[in-house]
């Protein structure tokens, strides 16, 4: 499956705030988020830094802004993300439940 990515410079800063929130708080390797989010890996290990160093607001200031259909399709790919991962989440255990109920059985 090949994922479009949104045009370079072309994220809002709540997307930005978002996708750094899922690294840090969320606890999920940037490599995941980078790929559910369709953005370069790089460019979210970028905004990490930036984030921690407080500047993160600063980031993307020079270039246009985003489209009304741009920002909702970048909101529907933050939702699906998110979404993603909760399933994953739930699957993970899942499993692990069943699992353990096996092992208790016998």
Do not use: C, Q
Request: aromatic share 6%; no cysteine.
């Amino acid at each position: 499956m090949v994922k479009a990515k949104i045009p370079y410079g072309r994220y809002t800063k709540e997307f930005r705030e978002e996708a750094v929130r899922m690294v840090i708080e969320g606890g999920f390797s940037s490599g995941s988020v980078a790929e559910r989010l369709s953005l370069p890996k790089s460019t979210l290990e970028n905004w990490v830094r930036a984030s921690k160093k407080g500047k993160l607001g600063g980031i993307g200031k020079s270039h246009r802004p985003l489209t009304e259909l741009e920002v909702e399709l970048a909101r529907v790919k933050r939702e699906l993300a998110i979404a993603h991962m909760e399933r994953d989440i739930l699957k993970k255990a899942a499993a692990y439940f069943a699992k353990e109920s096996l092992h208790g059985t016998r």
